[in-house]
Nanobody, 117 residues
């Protein structure tokens, strides 16, 4: 089992920055990749960015050049630095961890990010 605890998020004006963090605990060695998804009201949950245990990263086209995902292997924590935020970035952001066999997926409780215009 893996537990994910998110922090960060909040309210920011358009053009501002926020950082969200996700700390993993439990069976850390079973994790292949960690990442962040978001879900806006009335929309499907979508990938924001993820990072594998090997350090490979992937970003949604909508956040490329504005968001940066990173990890601290000692703290078992993944961060997303969100810059140049737009109102359309407003959503609940969820941390995710995927097992090596890609079968098991763990989710955090979600953290609200609101960008005002």
């Amino acid at each position: 089992q893996v537990q994910l605890v998110e922090s960060g998020g909040g309210l920011v004006q358009a053009g501002g920055s926020l950082r969200v963090s996700c700390a993993a605990s439990g069976s850390i060695s079973s994790i292949y990749a960690m990442g962040w998804y978001r879900q806006a009201p009335g929309k499907q949950r979508e990938l924001v960015a993820d990072i594998t245990s090997g350090g490979s990263t992937k970003y949604a086209d909508s956040v490329k050049g504005r968001f940066i995902i990173s990890r601290d292997s000692v703290k078992n924590t993944v961060y997303v630095q969100m810059n140049s935020l737009k109102p359309e970035d407003t959503a609940v952001y969820y941390c995710n961890a995927v097992s090596w066999d890609r079968v098991i997926s763990y989710w955090g409780q979600g953290t609200q990010v609101t960008v005002s215009s």
